[in-house]
């Protein structure tokens, strides 16, 4: 019992006792400190030990066993699961995946089988990178620039490069000029650059629920308090926003407004504005994150926060991850003026600058108009499949008890199993037929909303988005019936939302 | 004075007050809530407000204008000095150089007048860079990898590459294996990542004094207090490093034991194995940034202490940024592995991953040993500048009143003016003087000790060094000089050692 003496559970703390008591033991269990096999202490014993209620203990012990890092046996208590060093070769198909597992499936670094259907990458498949006309560009930068490309980079990023970015910007109609621009690793470093630039130990953020899962790491890393506000089909739910705000005072909130990731669901131009007005309002800053507006493929209406930022409230972060080449680890940031600094020095203590090659390239790439030609080429590409993905889902899902509302653009499709059904359960029943789809628990900034999945069409080609619905159709319709009288177990906890 | 009365200082923190005065301040400046030639309150005032003693204005305000964010006007008083937004354009040679100023200088990226010799730069020329082997290894991985190398690299780095590392680590005694490698984006980032993985607020953290700059800003940055422990000529003094282990519990004791930086001061076989006993003996870990340990020209004992590590306690950081290509942003970590899990985790909050390319590339330079031959080349020229910089210090520098320890291999060179002395003012006779030099201040942890500098020889040709250090020696010997009468102003502090 000695190492769980060391747990200390705080009763003020905003996080749950049992995800406290959760987040312990899985650090207990990753560090190695518990080893595969060994029995944790009776639920009593621990409770005790604690000074908490022992229903801490079983729901704690519920989620661990749901997250795979223990197992209970009947009558003889719950013993630490050996795990897999190599989590790359782990083909997660027959057990609940992990939070893990689910993150290298939305970035398409699961290895699946053969024949398999993914809809649960969110990463295009890599035969749509431009490979070759990279290359030509590579090969003129080093002639060019020789051993400058491999100096240190100026630490806002390759000067022209930031002025190719704000020619790039002009034509999405956000003004700006390149003081403002700073070029990131990625957008996961534009929101760890941002997120050490503002926040302290028990400084409140605010973020749509469901969110992006790596900005929430981000954010818990640094201590923060996240508080979520559900999204609802035209965005965020603007009154508890505004509510959030004037009871929270958060450093800034964190927002996706088109094409949101996981939902798919785009702000109207009504909120758009009233959000503007309520930064102004009580002095603080939207994160914009813009991972997808340029695939708006029914929607006129997918104007940035950035675009219509007239009081220099918002922080702009544009990702080309999902239209260019995640590998590249390439970003930017357009930032308001008074806080260039912060953002510099907190940049300079992440990685000092940005490789200076894959800057001097991506520039060539904007300056030669490559950039358009191949952003056309993604949105005919994109556009057939998501065509395609909302015929099928309107034939193949309309007579089965799930919820979601279609989007107008990007590559993400949201949806809901009746209340009490798990997805993490659906997931193993899909990829028993060679169908991967995405639980959405990671989404949630409590890992309690276990009903929702998301499938993207990312890296599925027309004519199997045709055979993956249908045949998704089929095993969901399979699932509810049989799991009807399995609802909610000792792992399920009632909905946040 | 509305902005003022947001001042809130900490009279509880290890921080000085007039410290925390002038952050504060200067963080006004910098967001441009103070503007150019806007005046700051009156002493006795401002003083009123905090309800502190006129001391600690006095002394923030002589900081302020010593790092150039304010000027003083004789009988009218102190008011923001105009800032010019471009750094790099800003050749800094008449007055005192801001610390962001020494940073860029470190790293070769304040352009320097023609003529002008810099010991300030710490980072290779460009044409020492290896551009035409690292071209042609470019378009074999673009010819092999095709659009693989673009996607998402695993978060733990490209295998292969760091299955080559391990062989290149047995070289130089490190036995591990592929799975205790992390690909990092750089050095700097390996810091970053090590400290989300450890350091949270109020954490303790305990250095070497003087110390890597970088790093300082990183620990500071998660809200860690850190002690500082001075370095001796065999490295750290070990019966203070033991007490603070005591009595501070640090996360970790971050160390770089051969040719430090700043100080170019190597570790004793005693001191590196004490170390390792102490780390174990109060369960804590050391970080070993090894950025130099290649280039030992006169030490038979330039030992990792992770080559010594036999508790598993060591964190090794490896930068390639002296003796590769800085502007690649690629380095690695060899970690104990109970912390595989956490340092993945804020590996992946940090950026996601690497750029693959990168990886694959650099992978491909090390399998056809054309590392080896690089190395070879860059031992050559680093042991000619070597041999000549020691011989001109021991020729030019004996009769001047400065102090110095020659070290036995790197690029760093570490001198202490007299007692009193400002090495900002010499930075600024230097430059009149065509020769740049390194004011050592950045090098603590607050900002009080200005008697030292470092020379480099990592961008000065072996003729220019002769030159160089000639002149050197005329300009303090003048300096000394006629700097006698000019020692401590208000902006001089009893140094901390």
Redesign the interface.
């Known amino acids: 019992m000695e190492i769980y003496k060391e747990i200390h559970l705080d009763k003020n703390s905003p996080q749950h006792l049992y995800m406290q008591l959760f987040y312990k033991i899985r650090?207990f269990i990753?560090?190695?400190?518990l080893k595969a096999n060994e029995k944790l202490p009776p639920i009593r014993q621990l409770a005790n030990t604690l000074g908490v209620n022992t229903s801490t203990i079983v729901n704690a012990y519920g989620l661990l066993e749901k997250e795979g890092f223990v197992y209970k046996k009947i009558g003889s208590g719950t013993f630490v699961s050996p795990r897999k060093?190599?989590r790359?070769e782990d083909v997660v198909l027959e057990k609940y995946p992990l939070d893990e597992d689910i993150?290298l499936m939305d970035?398409?670094?699961i290895q699946i089988k053969e024949n398999m259907i993914s809809f649960a990458s969110a990463?295009p498949?890599?035969?749509?990178?431009p490979?070759d006309d990279?290359?030509i560009l590579?090969?003129e930068v080093?002639d060019r620039d020789?051993?400058?490309?491999?100096?240190?980079?100026?630490s806002q990023g390759y000067y022209p490069l930031r002025e190719s970015l704000v020619d790039y910007l002009k034509e999405i109609n956000i003004e700006t000029n390149s003081?403002n621009v700073q070029i990131i690793?990625?957008a996961?470093?534009g929101i760890?650059v941002i997120a050490?630039a503002f926040v302290?130990?028990?400084d409140t953020i605010i973020v749509e629920s469901p969110t992006y899962t790596?900005a929430i790491?981000?954010f818990k890393?640094r201590?923060a308090k996240i508080v979520s506000v559900p999204i609802l089909e035209d965005g965020i739910d603007i009154h508890l926003l505004e509510e959030n705000i004037k009871k929270h005072h958060p450093k800034f909130v964190y927002l996706m407004p088109n094409f949101q990731n996981p939902t798919g669901y785009s702000y109207s131009k009504e909120k758009k504005l009233k959000i503007i007005e309520l930064a102004d309002k009580y002095n603080t800053f939207i994160v914009e994150d813009d991972y997808l507006s340029d695939l708006s493929f029914y929607n006129n209406d997918n104007a940035t926060l950035k675009s219509l930022d007239e009081n220099d409230r918002i922080i702009y972060i544009k990702s080309f991850?999902k239209i260019f080449?995640?590998?590249?680890?390439l970003g930017f940031l357009v930032i308001p003026?008074?806080?260039?600094?912060?953002i510099l020095?907190?940049k300079?203590?992440?990685?000092?600058?940005?490789?200076?090659?894959?800057q001097r390239v991506f520039d060539l790439y904007l300056r030669k108009g490559i950039w358009k030609k191949h952003i056309r080429y993604m949105e005919k590409i994109y556009r057939e499949r998501f065509d395609v993905m909302k015929n099928c889902i309107e034939k193949y899902f309309k007579d089965i008890d799930i919820s979601y509302i279609l989007p107008k653009g990007g590559l993400n499709f949201w949806f809901s199993l009746p209340e009490g059904y798990d997805s993490n359960k659906l997931y193993v029943e899909g990829a028993k037929n060679n169908i991967l789809i995405l639980p959405g628990s990671i989404f949630f900034i409590s890992q309690n909303e276990s009903r929702f999945f998301r499938l993207s069409i990312a890296a599925v080609y027309p004519k199997d988005i045709e055979i993956g619905i249908k045949g998704l159709s089929q095993v969901i319709k399979r699932f509810i019936k049989k799991d009807t009288k399995e609802r909610k177990g000792p792992d399920s906890y009632t909905p946040l939302l």
Chains 1, 2 share one sequence.
């Open positions: 650090q990753m560090d190695g400190q060093d190599d790359l993150r970035r398409g670094q990463t498949t890599s035969d749509l990178f490979v990279f290359k590579l090969n080093l020789k051993g400058d490309a491999f100096g240190y980079q100026e003081e690793s990625g996961q470093q760890d050490k302290d130990y028990k790596g790491g981000t890393s201590g991850s080449m995640p590998g590249l680890r003026k008074k806080i260039h600094h912060r020095a907190a300079h203590t992440s990685d000092i600058s940005t490789s200076g090659l894959n």
